[in-house]
């Protein structure tokens, strides 16, 4: 099982930028596909990005490529999300989620565990 606490969000000005940390405790992190989420009020959760376990497999939802970029140290537990050229759709609560395996998950329903959340909030 893994436990994971986000941190890093806040508030930005549009064009700002933001570093999101999810330090994850538990046995073996690097058995486990990592992902970021999103979640506006009354909306589903959004896939943004998630990173393979070993850190080489990378992948982005498609408004948040070139912009955004995730990254992990297994030795630290720990997984980022770095945030650039920050729009203000960009403003939800974000999530960092982990399941076993390879294969990229896309879905929110395929991750088995789950952070509670940081709020992000883009001005205009």
């Known amino acids: 099982q893994v436990q994971m606490v986000e941190s890093g969000g806040g508030l930005v000005q549009a064009g700002g930028s933001l570093r999101l940390s999810c330090a994850a405790s538990?046995?073996?992190?690097?058995?486990?596909?990592m992902g970021w989420f999103r979640q506006a009020p009354g909306k589903g959760r959004e896939f943004v990005a998630a990173?393979?376990?070993?850190?080489?497999?990378?992948y982005y939802e498609d408004s948040v490529k070139g912009r955004f970029t995730v990254s992990r140290d297994n030795a630290k537990n720990t997984v980022w999300l770095q945030m650039n050229s920050l729009k203000p759709e960009d403003t939800d609560v974000y999530y960092c989620?982990?399941?076993?395996?390879?294969?990229?998950?896309?879905?929110?329903?395929?991750?088995?565990?789950w952070g509670q959340g940081t709020q992000v909030t883009v001005s205009s």
């Open positions: 989620a982990a399941v076993r395996g390879y294969a990229v998950r896309y879905s929110w329903n395929d991750y088995d565990y």
């Open positions: 538990g046995h073996s992190f690097s058995d486990y596909l």
């Open positions: 990173i393979s376990r070993n850190g080489y497999g990378l």
